[in-house]
C-alpha cells in the first residue's frame, strides 16, 4: 500500500543530543518536503527536495539538515538539540503535476 | 504578502449539528485551494481539492465553496460526528511556484461533544 512513514513518533531527548528523524514514502514521488508546526499555529516549511541529491531550505529557517539519497528516503538530522527545536515534524510528498501533498504522521520532538 | 486567514479559531458544537469554517488567503497568482483535517498528533489530510474555476465541491458530509472573486472559501460540516473532532486547514497553492508553493491558515479547532 503506498503510503508515507515517519520515525519515531514521538521522542523526548537532552540539550546537545545528535537526532535524526525518518521519513519514507512508497508512492514513488519525486518532490519531498519537511514542515515544522507549533501547538495551533500554522505549517511552515523547513526544507524541500525536487528529488535525489536536491535538497532546498523552506521559508522558515532551520538549524536542521536534510539529505536525499534515495527518492523514497528523506531524513532530517538535527546536530545538537536545544529545546527550541521542540516541535511536531511533518514529513511530506507530492505527485510532479497535482501538487497536492501527501502528508505523514509526523513526529513529536520535545528537548529538555 | 501571501497570507490565509481562518475563523473562527475554534468552535464546539453538539454532535448531529452543522457548522460553518471560514477561509480568507491573498494568494496570488492563485492555483487551487484545499481544505485539510488534521486529528491530534497525525498529518493532515485533504478533504477537498477547488481550482479557481469551482465553486462547490463535497465529499460526503463536508461541502466546501470557493468565491475566486472575493478570494473567499468555506466549509461546511453537516450532522456532525464526535470523529469530525480535528483541526481543519485551509491550504492555497501559488500557480507561480514550480515548487507547489503551499500557504497553510492556523486552522480551525472543531470540538464536538456528545
Known amino acids: 500500500e503506498a503510503d508515507i512513514y515517519q520515525t519515531p513518533r514521538y521522542l523526548v531527548i537532552g540539550t546537545g543530543k545528535k537526532i535524526t528523524l525518518e521519513c519514507s514514502q512508497t508512492m514513488g514521488h519525486d518532490k519531498m518536503y519537511w514542515y515544522q508546526q507549533d501547538p495551533g499555529m500554522e505549517l511552515h516549511l523547513i526544507h524541500y527536495?525536487?528529488?535525489?541529491?536536491?535538497?532546498e531550505k523552506g521559508d522558515l529557517s532551520s538549524e536542521s539538515t536534510v539529505s536525499r539519497i534515495r527518492t523514497e528516503h528523506f531524513p532530517l538530522t538535527l546536530e545538537s538539540a536545544r529545546p527550541s527545536h521542540t516541535s511536531q515534524y511533518l514529513c511530506?510528498?507530492?505527485?510532479?503535476?497535482?501538487?497536492?501533498?501527501?502528508f505523514g504522521p509526523g513526529t513529536r520532538l520535545t528537548v529538555l | 504578502k501571501n497570507q490565509v486567514e481562518q475563523s473562527p479559531q475554534s468552535l464546539i458544537i453538539l454532535e448531529g449539528k452543522n457548522c460553518t469554517l471560514q477561509c480568507n488567503y491573498t494568494v496570488s497568482p492563485f492555483s487551487n485551494l484545499r481544505w485539510y483535517k488534521q486529528d491530534t498528533g497525525r498529518g493532515p489530510v485533504s478533504l477537498t481539492i477547488m481550482t479557481f474555476s469551482e465553486n462547490t465541491k463535497s465529499n460526503g458530509r463536508y461541502t466546501a465553496t470557493l468565491d475566486a472573486d472575493t478570494k473567499q472559501s468555506s466549509l461546511h460540516i453537516t450532522a456532525s460526528q464526535l470523529s469530525d473532532s480535528a483541526s481543519y486547514i485551509c491550504v492555497v497553492t501559488d500557480r507561480g511556484s514550480t515548487l507547489g508553493r503551499l500557504y497553510f491558515g492556523r486552522g480551525t479547532q472543531l470540538t464536538v461533544w456528545p
Open positions: 527536495s525536487y528529488g535525489v541529491n536536491s535538497t
Open positions: 511530506a510528498s507530492s505527485e510532479p503535476s497535482y501538487n497536492e501533498q501527501f
